[in-house]
Antibody, heavy 126, light 111 residues
Framework: QVRLQESGPGLVKPSETLSLTCTVS????????WSWIRQPPGKGLEWVGY???????NYNPSLGSRVALSLDTSKNQFSLQLRSVTAADTAVYYC????????????????????WGKGTTVAVSS | DIVVTQSPDSLPVNPGEPASISCRSS???????????LDWYLQKPGQSPQVLIY???NRAPGVPDRFSGSGAGTDFTLKISRVEAEDVGVYYC????????FGQGTKVEIK
């Protein structure tokens, strides 16, 4: 059974870089797509981005060039870096696994978020 | 960017009664492979979200059959045939056709 655990500082100063790590247990990181999702206090979910074990990434355009995902296959971890943070980046950050399922009568695979971490709260404040 | 809008924002329901949540996207979610690129997630109080439905109408493993997803084009619906107390929480739809975008959420509560 795959389990995900987020870790990182709970407090980041404005204009600095938020760095979080997600540790994967129960399966190899080199098999799936991996994602970050965040949730500001009292608000809804916002997709941040995903990364494949090859290093291929896809990001939420609203975050622009501030966001970067990376992974470390030797540690079975993937990470999020968000630069130049402001109070608007205060949120619970979740990491999640994307499960591939074959699309009938095609060569495509569809990916949905099937395993989530418990989330980690990050506050941006001086 | 694809915008996703849910309705209603809040839905009080009686146990045992059906419930329905609507999700509308700003453009069609039909992929060229013939499938609709939309998921439904439930975030129970104090918990991480969990998947209910993927690719428009496919129940995820372990999801009770009282949950069903349907729709086409830009209009999608999540139905709960008989609401149980454990179904309370916030329901989100998410389009997956172009990057990913969540709806604003629908809070389901027991009357």
């Amino acid at each position: 059974q795959v389990r995900l655990q987020e870790s990182g500082p709970g407090l980041v100063k404005p204009s600095e870089t938020l760095s979080l790590t997600c540790t994967v247990s129960g399966d190899s990181i080199s098999r799936y797509y991996w994602s970050w999702i965040r949730q500001p206090p009292g608000k809804g979910l916002e997709w941040v981005g995903y990364i494949y074990y090859t290093g291929s990434t896809n990001y939420n355009p609203s975050l622009g060039s501030r966001v970067a995902l990376s992974l470390d296959t030797s540690k079975n971890q993937f990470s999020l870096q968000l630069r130049s943070v402001t109070a608007a980046d205060t949120a619970v950050y979740y990491c999640a696994k994307l499960n591939p399922v074959p699309v009938p009568a095609s060569s495509y695979y569809y990916h949905y978020l099937d395993v989530w971490g418990k989330g980690t709260t990050v506050a941006v404040s001086s | 960017d694809i915008v996703v809008t849910q309705s209603p924002d809040s839905l009080p329901v009686n146990p045992g009664e059906p419930a329905s949540i609507s999700c509308r996207s700003s453009q069609s979610l039909l992929h060229r492979n013939g499938q609709y690129y939309l998921d439904w997630y439930l975030q129970k109080p104090g918990q991480s979200p969990q998947v209910l439905i993927y690719m428009g109408s496919n129940r995820a493993p372990g999801v009770p059959d009282r949950f069903s997803g349907s729709g086409a084009g830009t209009d999608f619906t999540l139905k709960i045939s008989r609401v149980e107390a454990e179904d309370v929480g916030v329901y989100y739809c998410m389009q997956t056709l172009q990057t990913r975008t969540f709806g604003q959420g629908t809070k389901v509560e027991i009357k």
